[in-house]
């Protein structure tokens, strides 16, 4: 897929998601196979600010390309300067959050309250559109409510804005991550839409995102949860092998766990952030209860490696005990 500067071969995105899509994280995607990685929402307003937390979400490596980099925020002056900051930054495009259902997003106007508002969502878009020569993407949701569902409505005001591409989760905010997604919404926007629609939602398996496809058109896949403890599934969606052995997600956890070390500068701070992770990592592993028990008693390095090593490679461990 080819949009302005933007090529991702084969079209598969890993779905940015706060306080996981770190760039450690995408370098490990971008490393078994996925082929496009976007950071962390990264909020407008803080980026023209010059805030501290928002100008380290927007650091990323070489290796992570092609890399979008998402904004939030309400005001299209300011959406459109902090355009400017992320192609500065030399990101091959800037994806608009339309979706985020969190509170204190919401709260601001920003992230999935713009369904509420479509016309402040267009101007948002014809601002970055008019501001920066990236390709401009927006990831939105079905509606603010079930209800309520206007994506077409809004997905059409976007792309008469200049949005190159839509990436749709088919839920409301109201659901956040309940229910199903309904991948009929985004056959529709498939159907009504001139621009390449990818699909996000309840993809948790290969063929969960072959059948995707085929149900609705969409051009392109996003993966979004399913990839915690499994940085895997992304690759394959891009024909990589899968899915791993134990073997394979030891060695990929370890490497995570380096990556971390390496970025954060402190490997008692790696040690915190990933303890979740690693959690993840084990689910369906014999031991991986018991492991998750023990999560808060690790403070290093070695001792997370360890008893990860202990659970993928003991033949002796009970099926029973990795139940999640």
Not at 53 to 63: D, I, Y
Not at 166 to 178: M, N, V
Not at 298 to 307: L, V
Request: glycine letters at 8%.
């Amino acid at each position: 897929m080819q949009i302005r500067t933007l090529n991702i071969d084969p079209p598969v995105w890993m779905a940015p998601m706060a306080g996981i899509t770190d760039s450690p994280f995408r370098r490990l995607l971008r490393r078994l196979g996925c082929p496009a990685v976007i950071t962390e929402m990264v909020s407008s307003e803080g980026l023209i600010r010059g805030g501290k937390g928002s100008m380290e979400l927007l650091k990323f490596t070489q290796e992570e390309h092609p890399i979008s980099a998402q904004i939030f925020g309400a005001n299209p002056e300011v959406m459109a300067e902090a355009a400017r900051i992320v192609a500065g930054h030399g990101f091959d495009a800037v994806d608009i959050n339309m979706g985020c259902p969190v509170k204190k997003v919401v709260r601001s106007g920003a992230g999935a309250a713009l369904l509420k508002n479509p016309d402040l969502a267009a101007r948002i878009v014809s601002a970055v559109r008019k501001a920066v020569d990236l390709a401009v993407t927006v990831k939105m949701r079905s509606g603010w409510r079930k209800e309520e569902q206007n994506a077409l409505h809004v997905a059409k005001a976007l792309v008469d804005a200049g949005a190159d591409l839509i990436t749709l989760h088919p839920r409301s905010r109201a659901q956040f991550y309940s229910g199903n997604a309904d991948w009929n919404l985004i056959k529709i926007l498939v159907e009504n839409l001139s621009v390449p629609i990818i699909g996000n939602g309840d993809i948790k398996t290969k063929s969960d995102a072959m059948r995707m496809m085929k149900e609705t058109g969409c051009a392109g896949i996003m993966v979004g949860r399913a990839a915690m403890g499994d940085p895997f599934l992304p690759g394959a969606l891009a024909q990589r092998p899968y899915p791993p052995g134990r073997a394979e997600r030891y060695e990929a956890f370890c490497t995570h766990l380096d990556l971390v070390i390496g970025w954060l500068g402190s490997e008692q701070r790696a040690v915190l952030r990933m303890r979740k992770h690693l959690a993840w990592y084990v689910r369906g592993m014999p031991g991986a209860a018991k492991l998750r028990r023990s999560l808060d008693s690790f403070e290093t390095a070695s001792e997370m490696k360890a008893a990860l090593e202990l659970i993928a490679f003991d033949s002796e461990l009970h099926e029973g005990e990795g139940k999640n």
